[in-house]
């Protein structure tokens, strides 16, 4: 979604801007604006389409220096795409750059209407600017309280005030800030990944506090006025982790990046290289006391991974529990109480619907657990425990390393509970953790794979329907390898309980349609074949995924993928590195932005 970006200090602000915005394309954008001060005034440039166009409308301008300003890459919300419509937005004496959505806007867009002031925008932003530039009359703090009561909604904003240069404010509601201070002026972003070229150390700014950034400082005040030290955090990557560093593309780079991310998931968390230790996540054993019941809520690949979740859970638990999509769940009026763990995951952590439906069970009293990526994030700030997943920045918007991380971790929270309950011997629990270490060279060998994978792709590539079926665990991978497909090739596919074709979807199966088989769960291994044989007896064109060799009649299939043989319940981490590699391999076939998909957002701050 948007993505933020403001400096001022000792460089040139245009510089710092563009390089910031272009750290931040990987989020989803549309079109692309900044404005800084030059000369003590305001200059705004702002275009539709990529930030390499606006690079080449700030390198036209020339004449311009500066060392303090704003940047914003939009994903339209209000209005269509166009110039116009692109932040900064300014009116009289305020300039500003804002991710969310401002709920009231229409309402304030009418008050402000009755005093003669008309936007000429379609934003939500503009009518924010509007009202601030209302309440402003000299004192910039004072403005934004006042704007602070009148706004619903949720927001980040950076703005600039055109009477006091070289300043800039920052507040938030709801969608993330990160800033940091260095010798070379002070920063702030929607998101790290444009920080991390000044610093690896940073703070987020509290939700309703004020931001003043000068060259030298950064100030946060709370609405009392009262001067905070927020948090200081820090990130173990660097730059390099947020370049392609030889890869083609982001997204291929993530899924090489599989081994390293789950070995840094799981390592600090097994204790003795045997048994499962969340004691440096401050996680106390007491936190699974008197839990009766187990609700994952996520949004698009992490609720897939909570699908994967529920089987290991409730195998070993035997505890129901329950996935729901976190857009639903918090419509539901749902059943949650304190015998309750509710389980977020989020790569971001800062989905909306997710971080929606945990401030649910937070007022419920349920206790929180989240599995999230990005340090600091507002869903691992509310949540009463947080399981990092130690995936490093995730660029591309198919989300691919995380997925494996949140699986990684699902599992040591299965073994961990499971052991304190009694429902597993430390035997037992010290076996799967062998088997969890032993997915790591399994998905280097899976890796290995791309070549023959690709070449299945220059097939798939031609279709425009296609199926992905599986049984139990493979028809949790199966919604996963789904939406892979669909996000970046742009191929209508779905994911089918394989038992579950005969009852209206057989009809679609027709000759030469794709169906992606994962047959690698043993238990429902011969019904599987069975299933197989069905479609292929409509002529579908089989593509077949065993975990480990088998003996599979030939005839039911045109292509078979046979991973490295793991246990079953392991089996979900290398099916998945092949359907990452399938959608990648079908989407580069099809020549298309395999890292930024059309439509798509990385990170969805909104509802
Ligand atoms: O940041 P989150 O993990 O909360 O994001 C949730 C989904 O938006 C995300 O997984 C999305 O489905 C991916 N782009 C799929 O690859």
């Known amino acids: 979604m948007c993505g933020i970006i403001g400096f001022t200090g000792y460089l040139d602000a245009k510089n710092v801007l563009l390089d910031g915005l272009t750290a931040l394309e990987y989020r989803g954008y549309d079109s692309a604006g900044i404005a800084f001060f030059h000369k003590n005034s305001i200059q705004t440039i702002k275009t539709t389409g990529k930030v390499s166009s606006l690079r080449d409308k700030v390198t036209s301008s020339s004449e311009f220096t500066s060392t303090c300003g704003i940047g914003h890459t939009r994903w339209a919300t209000h209005g269509g795409v166009s110039d116009t ?27 402000l209407a009755a005093l003669g002031k008309h936007p000429v925008s379609q934003t939500d932003t503009e009518i924010a600017a509007m009202l601030l530039d209302s309440l402003y ?39 993330p800030l990160v800033a940091c201070q260095t010798k070379e002026g002070s920063v702030i972003a929607s998101d790290m990944v444009a920080l991390i070229r000044y610093s690896k150390d940073y703070f987020v700014l509290p939700e309703m506090h004020i931001a003043r950034l000068t060259k030298d400082n950064i100030t946060v005040t709370d609405l009392d006025d009262v001067i905070i030290n927020p948090k200081m955090l820090h990130v173990n990557w660097d730059m390099t982790a947020a370049r392609k560093g030889g890869y083609p593309h982001f997204m291929l780079k993530e899924i090489h990046e599989q081994p390293e991310s789950i070995r840094s998931t799981i390592a600090p968390r097994i204790k003795n290289k045997r048994l499962p230790d969340f004691s440096a996540d401050e996680i106390p054993d007491q936190v699974f006391d008197h839990i009766h019941r187990i609700v994952i809520v996520a949004c698009g690949t992490a609720m897939h991974a909570g699908l994967v979740g529920k089987v290991m859970m409730e195998k070993l ?55 999230v990526n990005v340090k ?86 031609e279709k425009e329907d296609l199926f992905f079926i599986g049984r139990g665990l493979d028809y949790a991978l199966s919604c996963e390898g789904s939406i892979k497909l669909k996000e970046i090739s742009y191929i209508h596919s779905e994911a089918y309980a394989a038992g579950e074709l005969k009852h ?104």
């Open 317 to 371: 638990l035997r505890i129901p529990v329950t996935v729901e999509i976190a857009s639903e769940f918090r419509y539901q009026d749902p059943i949650i109480d304190t015998n309750t763990l509710l389980i977020t995951i989020s790569q971001s952590g800062e989905t909306a619907d997710t971080l929606a439906a945990l401030r649910l069970a937070n007022e419920h009293q349920s206790k929180t657990l989240s599995i």
């Open 137 to 175: 009359e000299g004192d910039a703090v004072a403005a934004i309280k006042k704007a602070i009561k009148r706004l619903e909604g949720a927001y980040a904003f950076c703005i600039l005030f055109a009477d006091e240069p070289e300043v800039i404010y920052c507040l938030r509601n709801g969608s």
């Open 85 to 111: 419509n692109s932040h900064p937005h300014t009116f009289g004496r305020v300039t500003l750059i804002h991710n969310g959505i401002i709920e009231n806007y229409h309402d304030l867009e009418l008050e």
């Open 376 to 461: 600091g994030s507002s869903i691992a700030r509310e949540s009463d425990y947080v399981l990092y997943t130690h995936a490093g920045p995730e660029i591309a918007v198919a989300s691919t390393k995380a997925y494996t991380a949140q699986l990684s971790c699902l599992y040591l929270i299965a073994y961990h509970f499971a052991l304190i309950k009694g429902t597993i011997t430390e035997n037992d629990c010290v076996k799967q953790i062998e088997e969890l270490q032993a997915v790591i060279p399994a998905i280097e060998k899976t890796l290995t794979l791309a070549d023959e994978i690709n070449k299945i792709c220059l097939n798939l590539s």
């Open 504 to 607: 209206g979807t057989l009809s679609l199966v027709t000759e030469g349609i794709p169906v992606i088989a994962l047959a690698t769960q043993s238990n429902v291994y011969n019904k599987m074949i069975s299933n197989i044989r069905e479609v292929r007896a409509r002529e579908a064109l089989v593509i077949l995924i065993t975990n480990g060799e088998s003996d599979v009649d030939s005839s039911i299939y045109d292509y078979h993928i046979t991973l490295p043989k793991l246990s079953d319940t392991m089996a979900p981490f290398t099916t998945a590195v092949v359907l990452q590699l399938l959608a990648y391999y079908t989407s580069v076939h099809r020549g298309l932005n395999v890292d930024q998909p059309r439509n798509l957002a990385k990170s969805v701050t909104v509802e």
